[in-house]
Structure formats: C-alpha cells, structure tokens
C-alpha cells in the first residue's frame, strides 16, 4: 500500500473515529453519564493520533480542511437523523459550500498528495 493510500485511509478512519465521538458527546448529556463520555474520549484520542499518522505524509491545512469538512457533513446528517435536529436552509447551504470546498480541493490542488 502506497504512503499517499495509508494517509487517506488514516485520514477517513479519524474522521470516522471523530464523527463517533462527537455523536457521543451529545449522548454524554453533558458528561453525566460515564460510559458515553468514557467512549467519547477515547474516540477523540483515536482520531487526533490516526490524524497525525494521516500528517505524514500530507500537509496540515489538507489534512485538517478535510478532516474537518466531511466530519461537519457526516455529524450534520447524524444529527439531523438519529437526534432529529432541523437543518435550516442558510444551515444547508453553508454544509453544500463545505462540500464544494472538499471537492475543489480534491479535484483540482497539486497539494492534497493524491
């Protein structure tokens, strides 16, 4: 496996893991219950360390755009589908501008190591 395919696949696994803990951050209730803030630290622990595996061999600003965008994504769709929270159109719009942001930076930068 080439360094650039484990970097993604380092990158998409931290934000898996990021995703899962911000999810369980919000079944914390407010860090009152000790199992799901326990899960949700450790998932957090995940992601930064498989984020920096991912910093190897990418830069920071690819990294952490990417990291960050489709993890606003995915945690606005959980959101919107296991805690039933409405999404606003300015809310959509801002999340489809996020997705344009990914998409321009992997289909047309020099810099993203694919």
Same mark, same amino acid.
């Given at each position: 496996?080439?360094?650039?395919?484990?970097?993604?696949?380092?990158?998409?696994?931290?934000?898996?893991?990021?995703?899962?803990?911000?999810?369980?951050?919000?079944?914390?209730?407010?860090?009152?219950?000790? #199992?799901?803030?326990?899960?949700?630290? *450790?998932?957090?622990? %995940?992601?930064? @360390?498989?984020?920096?595996?991912? /910093?190897? =061999? !990418?830069?920071?600003?690819?990294?952490?755009?990417?990291?960050? #965008?489709?993890?606003?994504?995915?945690? *606005?769709?959980?959101? %919107?589908?296991? @805690?039933?929270?409405?999404?606003? /159109?300015? =809310? !959509?719009?801002?999340?489809?501008?996020?997705?344009?942001?990914?998409?321009?930076?992997?289909?047309?930068? *020099?810099?993203?190591?694919?």
């Amino acid at each position: 496996m080439s360094v650039s395919t484990m970097a993604y696949a380092a990158l998409g696994t931290a934000i898996a893991f990021e995703v899962a803990g911000t999810t369980l951050l919000q079944k914390s209730e407010q860090f009152t219950r000790a #199992g799901p803030t326990l899960a949700m630290a *450790a998932c957090y622990a %995940a992601a930064f @360390f498989l984020m920096s595996v991912a /910093l190897r =061999a !990418m830069p920071l600003g690819v990294v952490y755009a990417i990291w960050s #965008g489709v993890g606003i994504i995915v945690t *606005a769709i959980i959101g %919107a589908t296991l @805690f039933k929270q409405a999404l606003d /159109l300015p =809310a !959509m719009v801002g999340i489809g501008l996020i997705v344009c942001e990914v998409v321009v930076m992997q289909a047309f930068s *020099a810099t993203t190591g694919h």
